[in-house]
């Protein structure tokens, strides 16, 4: 072990005086830049934490990096006839090729760990928000996936040294090992093996890394890993010494060699399939970071509910959405498991590829970019477009088990509004699609006919109407409020008179309110982030709403009349000093009268904020928005519950940020880095 | 006493050593001399532990030393035909990094650095990069690491190639020296030089020690033309 120790020194002192190690360091700071920058813009707004998206951006990178440092490692000592002197001195050729091995590893770990830390400080520069709720702990379990993954691809890198004298050679060998065969080979399987496809969700290597990264241990996983490793080391050590199996009387020796070669093969298969056999699955405790922890009331329902349940992900493999619903279907089937009750069988169809699977969920009414639950005939679908968490996914669950039923959702119409059933971009059939699987119903409501608001109403929407409400109607919708009405008023500039009216008798007053120093991302839009802690946008504290040129709302003269017809008014997001969505409770000061339905009205200052078009758009909580509200104004809880939103991973950074970034992080940091390193080679060595 | 005992090598079908036999007391410095491809360098690796012949034993103090390489191996230095060092390292920093990796004690690293370096006039470079050094102060950098534990056997793999002739007689003298606490075998075509310094000669041609030369007591040319006509009555 002493001589593994000083091989590991010189290993990691050799590296110091190398231009080879500058440009390996830069190679690798570039393309985990680009790789994080990417994956940074694709998880924008979603449950992924930072950690996790941060260490599945290096993960591809990292055998690159294992190669370059590794090629030289032993065929440069073949190369020199170094190798002839290390081979006549008493020391095993394993203690050789583990101290290289060593050295290689402490070198990309170095790399790793500095390229986080500046990755972290170009964010804090760059993007302080996405730095929200993170802790240093919370990378430490990224950091631990990629060492076990690191330690594997720096075995198999120092195989391919020793198996040959050339280390451009030995770098390619070691990248087709670690990343051409095992992409190929997954590829392969994606183009050929229609039922690998469907079971399989993300390519492995990556997948492990997402798990063990989010806190999920898999000793199967970290076992395999460390098998992978001593096997691979096994070997380069064999590779070694095989410089002395020259001339015939070898023969017995290669014999032996080929056989230990063979028996540690058969071994390391038979301990993976023992480890496959046996594996457990932990869970460590990362509740806020990890992004799958699940809710209690998930827990529950998943504990109530028997039988098996097949849930099928019917999305692209190159949606960036792909390995995040992979994950979390596997988190949430392991939640399932560890809750004692239904079985989640998970299928994952590709619509390009599977193109018969994905015919049948067309046909069973599922849309492409959606989770559709099934058990027995019985069918629930949870659309992916916006975001989509435990909360959809369990109440999926529970439809598919017993439906729940609730009251429904009139939308008004014959005024100009959006329409719940309109599938265009200036339609709102996603987010009523939303609605309905929390088991609401959404119907029509035409006030001109005569007919008052029905009872069974939980409450009723006007999106954006764009002629006035004639005096009948707003007399009709007046009274349903007095009666403890529920109303979700979405406004725009456009919007006809006669609602401002209304509302302004119910103490909301719209506005037009210059917006100063508003944050946009096309130019027309603000990015609204300031959030009361009113039940509606208190989940949402950390996440975005994206409004299109929105209405400002003060309190009227109604607000804050004694007794039972006290209003009260409370803004619910402002951009600066300026309130672009309101709530409005009358008989809140009822005290003891519990019986009394207090009134509630919401106003959002912008009537296409939950259409289909807008609801496209990645990183906002649009949708979220809109759904508390509809519970709130029901009068059941928050459909997001706290603490989940505030998960979601918002940069904040917008167009040009994004080209700052990756231009710094992947292209003027690490240029910088290899010119600081190659002076310093260039100086030692000048110096010696 | 180290001993070769009817050593045989062949790589696939052509036969490199058929019977080479000769012992090796300590104190002395035994020449192996012959043509190019005659198999001398072959001879030495297998006596270094890089290459398994076909047949024979190599003894040392009456056991089969190659059974038990790991021990042998801690009795042995060797310095093969080209000076294979690490052109980055300082030649102080090389010594001390070859001796810990030989399993020298941390304590005794420093002095045994000095033996050597001093032993093969290297003291004066120490501090030097080994890229800037001659052939021939790489070739006595190479000579002190082999040294730099003392070992019982010494092999020098052609080890006066490519140095001139102030340098030759400095490498002989050290080898001369060498060979009071060691058996010391080497190998090269400098058989003026060589002549000097060695203790016997052995001709090695068609895979057999074809003649024995000793060289103790006699002076340098008439060994040299004896090993000289050896090597024609080889040949023919």
């Known amino acids: ?184 080979l997954w590829f392969a399987l994606m183009a050929w093996a229609p039922q690998g496809r469907m079971a399989f ?197 529970l439809r598919v088990a017993v439906p729940p039923k609730r009251g429904v959702v009139y939308w008004t119409n014959g005024h100009g509004e959006c329409s719940f059933r309109a599938y265009e971009p200036w339609g709102m059939s996603d987010i009523a699609r939303n609605v309905a699987h929390y088991g609401y119903r959404n119907e029509p409501l035409d006030l001109a006919d005569g007919e008052d608001v029905p009872d069974d ?37 456009s919007d006809a008179p006669g609602i401002a009216s ?91 009268d519990l019986s009394l339905r207090p009134t509630r009205i919401i106003a959002v200052g912008d009537a296409a904020f939950v259409m289909n078009g807008q609801l496209k758009m990645r990183g906002n909580a649009n949708r979220d928005f809109f759904l508390n509200a509809v519970a709130y104004l029901s009068g059941t809880d928050a459909m997001t519950e706290p603490g989940t939103e505030a998960s979601r991973l918002v940069s904040g950074m917008d167009r040009a940020g994004r080209v700052r970034f990756v231009l710094v992080s992947a292209l003027a940091f690490p240029a910088l880095l290899f010119v600081a390193m190659a002076a310093f080679v260039a100086v030692g060595r000048r110096r010696q | 006493m180290y001993e070769v005992r009817n050593i045989a090598f062949s790589y696939s079908r052509r036969k490199v050593l058929r019977d080479v036999s000769f012992v090796v007391s300590p104190g002395e410095a035994v020449c192996i001399v012959g043509e190019n491809g005659a198999g001398k360098t072959t001879l030495l690796k297998i006596l270094a532990t890089l290459a398994q012949p076909d047949s024979g034993l190599v003894m040392m103090d009456g056991q089969d030393a190659l059974a038990r390489p790991l021990k042998y191996r801690r009795q042995l230095g060797y310095m093969g035909e080209a000076p294979a060092l690490y052109e980055d390292m300082a030649v102080k920093d090389y010594l001390e990094y070859r001796a810990a990796l030989k399993g020298e004690t941390k304590k005794r690293i420093r002095r045994r650095v000095g033996e050597a370096a001093e032993m093969c006039a290297v003291s004066g470079v120490m501090k030097s990069p080994i890229r800037t050094l001659s052939l021939g102060m790489k070739k006595r950098v190479a000579l002190a690491d082999a040294m730099l534990l003392r070992p ?29 606490f060691a058996s010391v075998i080497v190998t090269g075509h400098e058989i003026g030089d060589l002549a000097k310094w060695s203790t016997r000669f052995l001709v090695l041609s068609g895979g057999l020690i074809a003649s024995t030369i000793p060289a103790a007591g006699l002076d340098a040319a008439t060994v040299a033309a004896r090993v000289e006509n050896a090597l024609k009555g080889a040949k023919a």
């Open chain 1, 1 to 184: 072990m002493n001589a593994a120790i000083i091989t590991w020194r010189r290993t990691v002192g050799m590296a110091k005086s190398l231009f080879s190690t500058a440009l390996a360091m830069a190679v690798f700071f570039a393309g985990a830049g680009v790789s994080f920058a990417f994956a940074l813009e694709m998880a924008e707004g979603g449950e992924t934490p930072l950690a996790v998206v941060w260490a599945s951006a290096v993960s591809p990178v990292l055998p690159v990096l294992a190669a370059l440092l590794a090629m030289d490692s032993w065929s440069d000592e073949r190369r020199s006839g170094r190798i002839e002197s290390l081979l006549t001195i008493a020391v095993r050729e394993r203690e050789l090729t583990f101290g290289k091995f060593l050295g290689v590893f402490t070198l990309a770990m170095g790399a790793v760990l500095a390229f986080l830390v500046s990755s972290l400080a170009m964010l804090s520069f760059m993007a302080p928000g996405a730095l929200a709720n993170q802790t240093a702990l919370s990378f430490v379990p990224g950091l631990a996936a990629l060492m076990l993954q690191g330690a594997l691809w720096c075995a198999v890198s120092v195989f391919a040294s020793a198996a040959f004298r050339h280390a451009a050679a030995a770098a390619l060998t070691s990248i087709t090992l670690t990343v051409l065969a095992p992409r190929g």
């Open chain 1, 502 to 592: 209304l509302l302004s008798g119910w103490g909301v007053r719209m506005e037009n309110a210059p917006l100063k120093g508003a944050r946009t991302l096309s130019g027309t839009d603000v990015i609204v982030s300031e959030f009361s802690d009113h039940p509606v946008c208190e989940p949402l504290k950390g996440a975005q709403v994206i409004l299109e040129k929105p209405l400002s709302f003060t309190p009227s003269a109604a607000v804050d009349v004694a007794g039972a017809d006290r209003v009260e008014y409370t803004p619910l997001a402002r951009v600066g000093d300026v309130c672009v969505a309101a709530a409005a409770e009358r008989g809140v000061g009822t005290g003891d």
């Open chain 1, 201 to 397: 969700g993300e390519m492995p290597l990556d997948a492990n890394v997402f798990d063990l990264a989010s806190g999920i241990v898999s000793t199967e996983t970290v076992l395999t890993y460390l098998t992978l490793t001593a096997f691979a080391l096994f070997v380069s050590s064999k590779f070694v010494a095989a410089v002395r199996l020259v001339g015939r009387g070898a023969r017995a020796l290669r014999f032996s060699t080929g056989v230990a070669v063979a028996l540690a093969t058969a071994l390391a298969v038979a301990a993976i399939a023992l480890f496959h056999r046996t594996d457990t699955t932990l869970e460590l405790p990362l509740a806020q970071h990890s992004g799958q922890s699940f809710s209690a009331r998930t827990h529950g329902i998943l504990a109530d509910v028997r039988g098996e349940i097949h849930i099928t992900a019917f999305l692209s493999r190159k949606d960036a959405r792909f390995r995040q619903v992979g994950h979390f279907l596997r988190s949430f089937a392991r939640e399932a498991e560890s809750a004692g009750g239904a079985r989640l069988v998970l299928r994952f169809v590709d619509p390009r590829w599977d193109v018969a699977a994905a015919e049948r969920l067309v046909r069973d009414g599922a849309h492409e970019d959606s989770l559709v639950f099934e058990r027995g005939s019985r069918k629930a679908f949870v659309p992916l477009a916006g975001g989509f968490d435990e909360r959809l996914c369990a109440s999926a669950i």
């Open chain 2, 152 to 180: 019982r056997v010494l092999l020098l793999d052609d080890f006066l190639a490519g140095l001139d002739v102030s340098m030759r007689n400095e490498m002989g003298a050290t080898m001369a020296s060498v060979a009071a």
């Open chain 1, 457 to 493: 109403c939980a409450l009723v929407v006007v999106a954006g109407a764009k002629s006035d409400f004639s005096r009948a109607e707003a007399m009709r919708l007046d009274s349903y409020l007095r009666k403890g009405g529920r109303l979700l008023a979405l406004l725009s500039a």
